[in-house]
């Protein structure tokens, strides 16, 4: 697939909806790394309390902890001051919330949209795991992490959850409301929205293309996008996901790119959901069989979601798991250009250089429970 065609004038919102895929990108932005509650937390909350004209976040979990009472504090200040507030909530992400801000908002006077409630029980297997927030079409957030104490690594008394979130600043903020827009609508919510004239251009220098699973993105853009990328990949390939599951295609292409010499790492976490990735040990062992080095990074545990390949950074919600790339509403950007890339090699370089490299014997020797663990993949790997 060729590089996609730069879009350098703001497109109508809706208009261009059900066709997007990998083949139109956005210039001039601005993407940064936000690691952790610690930074990201903090950015996002300024970001709404200097809100004007609208505020839109849809999230997966959102608890009703410190973090996320503040979170609807500061969200019923900006209903307040006149701010069109809007709030997508998935309902088994609400239900695994405990408590959930659900009824705290609806009582405060946010409009709240559910996906999927439990009166549509035939399609709760398809989960809202989109995580954006947008305020005044002038700055957005995406990425792995929900609004939860857990991800206040330096605090958290508990067991915290590193993740990492991407602010952006730019001409995709206008692709992402018009998605954020169309997720609204398909919740039961009204197709109006004020539109803002912004000079995009002042921001930065990342070119960014969309891509993701469930509406409007076509099923196989997901998949086709990044199997292709990774067979077309000249360098390297880094693969950072908590949960690693990945289709045929996409196993092929991994195997492939190390064969004919590209380096090919894949960082997992330690902690939670140890049995997951002793279920996908079949794969590893494959993987590593051809030249792929994997590594488990150290606690705490890693919910991030991030691709390299050459000179391309994958941000956003995917896993490379069969959930998020067959089930799931998900999101994710290919971002190019800029100074994105320096910033996430910076941090891989760091993960990589902390974590520890996994032994191919060691995986072999787990090799007899290969049919279990298969029957398991097929079970297992479709519910997480």
């Not at 909350?45 to 609208?54: F, G, L, P, Q």
């Not at 079409?137 to 590193?162: A, K, Q, S, W």
């Not at 251009?201 to 990328?229: D, I, Y």
């Not at 999101?331 to 990589?352: D, I």
Request: glycine share 8%; proline share 5%.
């Amino acid at each position: 697939m060729n590089d996609p065609t730069v879009c350098r004038e703001p497109l109508e919102l809706f208009c261009s909806v059900p066709t997007w895929d990998r083949t139109v990108a956005w210039e001039g932005n601005r993407v940064e790394v936000l690691l952790n509650g610690e930074r990201a937390y903090p950015a996002m909350m300024t970001a709404i309390a200097s809100a004007r004209e609208r505020v839109s976040m849809c999230i997966y979990q959102f608890d009703e902890d410190s973090i996320g009472s503040q979170f609807a504090e500061l969200l019923v200040d900006a209903m307040h001051r006149g701010c069109e507030v809007r709030v997508i909530l998935d309902s088994w992400g609400a239900m695994k919330s405990q408590p959930s801000i659900r009824d705290l908002l609806r009582r405060a006077g946010i409009n709240v949209k559910m996906f999927h409630p439990p009166s549509k029980i035939w399609k709760y297997n398809q989960r809202y795991h989109r995580k954006l927030l947008l305020v005044d079409g002038e700055v957005g957030f995406t990425g792995g992490m929900n609004i939860r104490d857990r991800h206040l690594v330096e605090t958290f008394g508990g067991n915290p959850m590193r993740d990492t979130v991407f602010e952006i600043k730019g001409s995709v903020l206008e692709p992402l409301e018009a998605l954020f827009l169309s997720d609204w609508v398909y919740c039961g919510g009204q197709a109006d929205f004020k539109r803002t004239e912004i000079d995009y251009q002042r921001f930065g220098a990342e070119a960014v293309a969309l891509l993701g699973g469930g509406p409007p993105f076509r099923r196989v853009g997901l998949r086709h996008s990044l199997t292709l990328s990774i067979a077309q990949s000249t360098e390297r390939v880094v693969v950072v996901t908590p949960f690693f599951f990945p289709d045929r295609s996409l196993l092929d292409a991994l195997a492939s790119a190390a064969l004919r010499g590209v380096g090919v790492d894949i960082v997992l976490p330690t902690g939670d959901y140890e049995f997951l990735r002793w279920c996908a040990a079949d794969f590893l062992v494959r993987l590593m069989g051809c030249g792929c080095s994997v590594y488990l990074s150290p606690p705490p545990y890693d919910h991030s979601k991030i691709l390299l390949i050459d000179q391309a950074v994958f941000i956003g919600t995917v896993n490379l798991d069969f959930r998020s790339l067959y089930l799931n509403w998900e999101v994710a950007m290919e971002c190019r250009g800029g100074s994105l890339v320096f910033e996430v090699e910076r941090l891989l370089r760091e993960q990589l250089a902390a974590s520890s490299r996994v032994r191919l014997e060691d995986l072999r020797e787990q090799l007899p429970w290969s049919l279990v663990r298969k029957l398991l993949i097929s079970t297992v790997g479709k519910l997480f």
